[in-house]
């Protein structure tokens, strides 16, 4: 049987981080892997998550099961962090390992309610997205999200091409700081946004992963609930890795917002879909999460080291953002400064991003996007000038 399987094609960013540990010199830079750096290159334990793992060695006394959706102080935590109160006869909820496994139990969801649906997906979007939709035998659609001419968004090509969605079809929604490039939409944007896919009786689908990591806890929260306030049904995958920095104990939550009389319903299938891949999902990512919000003190630590993260990333971009204008005496990547969160597209072509790698040991993707947590004030002028070499 096995004879017959063919080779899978390589994950890019997967041969990136091989290629960067084959890579002999010492003052190599990764910019390619979307992992939180701190200034020495280390993707440090947070402070909360070492002091909660402590208390749940002391405390716990079973490695029992945990229920099908998982630990319920989980689910009602992190509903209320990004949604606030007032939904609780709303949401159904479930534990996934990691967001992508939110993902791809949402989309399951999508194909056994409605399998004729369409799943509309930003270009440029994380590639499982697309990834999963075809395993599943679904269909998506590509809207227009991002202007390379201007590094910005192309909403008018954005707002052109939903118009397209149809009743009952997902759009796939970007929360803070989550589209690949850096670029969000303002809040007017969102609110046109949102009226259109009202009017299209669309389901949104929002992928959340770097709430903390833009503009503050609260204030990367706001698309989101927007989002949620405004329609019947709305489905939502958050991740935890980031903002509490437990990227291997891959924890995420998938988050099926619905009516009060339809959400026993609703939970079922989740549950049935937990079953099906995985039965009950992995409990000690999530336990550390409900263990730091339900603690005051432990939350109030969290959130101080959260936005020293969020805040060395800003000074990052800012500093990156002089560089290279000083480098290029230009205002070409100005707008490095006003995206959010890990990530920006420099729009250089696949040729500069083959010479920043092979000439000056700089690994970023190929098509240009960087992580910026991957710097630090050291290597911020060494990028900088790299560019402006290999763009001259």
């Known amino acids: 049987m096995l004879e017959t399987l063919n080779p899978q094609p390589q994950d890019k960013i997967l041969a990136l981080i091989a290629m960067f540990r084959e890579d002999k010199r010492t003052d190599k830079i990764d910019l390619g892997v979307g992992v939180y750096k701190d200034p020495t290159g280390l993707t440090p334990v947070m402070r909360a998550v070492k002091a909660a793992e402590q208390k749940i060695w002391a405390d716990q006394t079973t490695k029992a099961y945990t229920g099908l959706a998982g630990e319920p102080a989980f689910s009602a935590a992190m509903i209320e962090m990004i949604l606030g109160a007032g939904y609780e006869d709303r949401a159904a909820a479930i534990s996934t390992p990691g967001g992508t496994g939110a993902i791809r139990q949402a989309l399951e969801l999508i194909r056994i309610a409605n399998p004729k649906a369409k799943v509309w997906l930003s270009n440029p979007t994380w590639p499982n997205h697309p990834s999963i939709i075809k395993f599943l035998g679904m269909t998506s659609v590509e809207y227009r999200y ?19 969605v149809a009743e009952g079809d997902a759009v796939l929604l970007h929360g803070c700081c989550h589209n690949p490039t850096g670029a969000n939409l303002t809040s007017e944007q969102w609110d046109q946004v949102i009226a259109l896919l009202q009017a299209k009786k669309a389901v949104p689908f929002v992928d959340l992963a770097y709430q903390g990591f833009g503009d503050g806890l609260e204030a990367d929260a706001e698309a989101t609930r927007k989002v949620v306030a405004a329609f019947p049904e709305v489905l939502l995958a ?103 969160g890990m990530f920006s597209r420099l729009g250089l072509t696949e040729a500069q991003v083959t010479t920043l790698r092979e000439d000056h040991g700089i690994y970023i993707v190929s098509d240009s996007r960087i992580n910026i947590a991957g710097l630090n004030t050291k290597t911020v002028p060494v990028l900088a000038a790299a560019i402006a070499k290999v763009i001259s």
């Not at 991002?146 to 118009?163: H, P, Q």
């Not at 999902?281 to 432990?298: F, K, M, N, Q, Y």
């Open 146 to 164: 991002f202007d390379v001419a201007t590094s910005g968004i192309d909403f008018d090509g954005l707002m052109a091409d939903l118009d397209g």
């Open 238 to 340: 958050a991740s935890c890795s980031k903002n509490f920095g437990i990227y291997r104990e891959r924890t995420g939550i998938l988050v099926a917002i619905t009516s009060a009389d339809r959400k026993a319903v609703v939970q079922a299938n989740l549950n049935f879909l937990n079953r099906q891949n995985y039965s009950f999902p992995p409990d000690h990512g999530a336990r550390i999460v409900s263990t730091i919000l339900e603690d005051a003190a432990l939350t109030a630590d969290w959130k101080a080291e959260l936005e020293e993260v969020r805040l060395n990333m800003l000074g990052l971009r800012t500093q990156l953002a002089e560089e290279l204008r000083r480098a290029t005496n230009s205002d070409r990547f100005d707008f490095v400064a006003d995206h959010r």
